[in-house]
């Protein structure tokens, strides 16, 4: 089989690029490892930035998240038994976020792949990448028994951090840096109203909560465990217990519980792989970075990966212009470093440390203070949260 761009895993970073190029007569084709009901049944990113919402409908896949989205113009930060709001409408200039759940989006992703006839392989095993370094590299892997090669111009790894793309980049060539924080997130859906109208993240001392939807009756909470914890060790009361505990007042008092219906735990990590291009494979979103979920910027930080690299390919392709296929990973690695550091910022700002000194405790304090004294730096925050352009 012979196609122009051979993309390396079925999520929305791979879908997004597959349905733009499509959309502009390039030919791709995109493999994944699992069924398609597996992809679906990840319940991930519930926030979305306006520039990832613009691709979606440039994309032409922007209908059922403008019609079923919630847009959201702030949220609110809870500390120190106060709830304080974040204006996200007032200090970014006018921007707002798109509360609509990853799940949707790749299913909306995946039906219009499907409307457009694009080739999508599910289950496809043990996909390996060849001779990417040279002007014609092509991928394999196995479906129901059989050995399928494809051959192509370029290979996109939109595989997620745990794929097979960043690996096939020599050890010498990449540089990884990483960073491992000392607890992860238990996260639980349910069937129930959201407690608040908008987000609430929570500083609390007996460690972080988060207050997140993805609709007026499909609640999404998160609490800060140890990493040794595992999701069966948290029975349903003791999850909704354990976050009342850490909410105010007043927003315990209205808080509905019912049974999750999904309960996962995350570690948390920040990742870059450096560079994003080697020789024709480019890596895009969670294939080449991570970050905490805390700034919401994982999937958006993947959006501008995609436009990136989408427009370079047009570039290519319609006009023989190689600069953007050049530029990719430097361009890209601006925008990312600038996610990683937002993201770092906020999950300094509101977790417990197991390790921290009292020294950690008064900066975090005064950083927290100092955030809800400054219209300047509140819109420092309204700013990298709506998202900084691309
Ligand atoms: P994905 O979604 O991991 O998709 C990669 C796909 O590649 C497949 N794959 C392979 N396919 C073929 N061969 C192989 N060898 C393969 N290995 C893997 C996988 O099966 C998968 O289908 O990466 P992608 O597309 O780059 O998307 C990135 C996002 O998923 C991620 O950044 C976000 O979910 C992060 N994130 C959030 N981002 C936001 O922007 N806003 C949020 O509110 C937000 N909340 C979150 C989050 C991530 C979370 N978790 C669970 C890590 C909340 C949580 C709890
Ligand atoms: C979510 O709803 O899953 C969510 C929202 C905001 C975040 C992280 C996760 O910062």
């Known amino acids: 089989m012979k196609v122009q761009v051979c993309i390396v895993g079925g999520g929305p970073s791979g879908l997004l690029l597959s349905q733009l190029l499509h959309l502009r007569g390039i030919d791709t084709i995109v493999l994944e490892k699992y069924s398609r009901e597996h992809v679906l049944s990840r319940i991930r990113a519930g926030v979305l930035e306006h520039g990832f919402a613009r691709l979606m409908r440039e994309a032409q ?6 019609r079923e989205g919630e847009i959201h113009n702030g949220f609110h930060i809870a500390h120190d038994g106060v709830l304080d709001h974040v204006d996200l409408h007032k200090y970014s200039g006018g921007n707002s976020v798109i509360v609509y759940g990853q799940t949707e989006l790749t299913r909306d992703l995946y039906e219009a792949r499907d409307r457009l006839g694009g080739k999508v392989v599910h289950n496809a095993e043990d996909v390996t990448l060849h001779e990417v370094k040279s002007d014609a590299p092509f991928v394999t892997y196995r479906s129901g028994g059989e050995r399928v090669r494809v051959l192509c111009d370029f290979v996109v790894g939109a595989d997620g951090f745990h794929g097979v793309s960043r690996q096939s980049i020599p050890k010498d060539v990449l540089r990884e840096y990483e960073k491992i924080y000392p607890f992860g997130w238990l996260g639980v859906l349910s069937r129930t109203r959201p407690v608040s109208p908008e987000l609430i993240y929570v500083k609390h001392e007996r460690g972080f909560a988060l207050c997140s939807m993805r609709s007026q009756v499909l609640s999404r909470y998160y609490i800060q465990v140890p990493l040794t914890d595992k999701p069966k060790d948290w029975a349903d009361d003791a999850f909704w217990a354990e976050l009342r505990r850490r909410l105010p007042q007043e927003v315990a008092a209205k ?3 019912g049974p999750s219906i999904e309960k996962s735990i995350a570690p948390l990590r920040s990742f870059v792989a450096e560079p994003m291009q080697y020789g024709r494979l480019f890596l895009a979103g969670d294939a080449a970075h991570i970050v905490p979920p805390t700034g919401a910027r994982g999937l958006n930080s993947a959006a501008s990966d995609i436009y990136y690299l989408y427009h370079a390919l047009i570039a290519h392709y319609q006009k023989g ?25 906020m999950t300094m700002l509101l977790h417990r440390f197991p390790d921290r000194l009292p020294y950690d405790d008064e900066l975090q304090q005064t950083e927290m203070n100092y955030l809800f004294s400054s219209e300047t730096a509140l819109r420092l925050l309204a700013e990298n949260y709506v998202g900084l352009p691309f």
């Open 255 to 257: 808080l509905i519980t």
């Open 321 to 345: 212009d190689d600069s953007g296929l050049e530029g990719y990973s430097k361009k890209a690695l601006a925008r990312i470093w600038k996610a990683q550091r937002f993201s770092w910022w």
């Open 61 to 66: 896949c922007g209908e059922r998240m403008d």
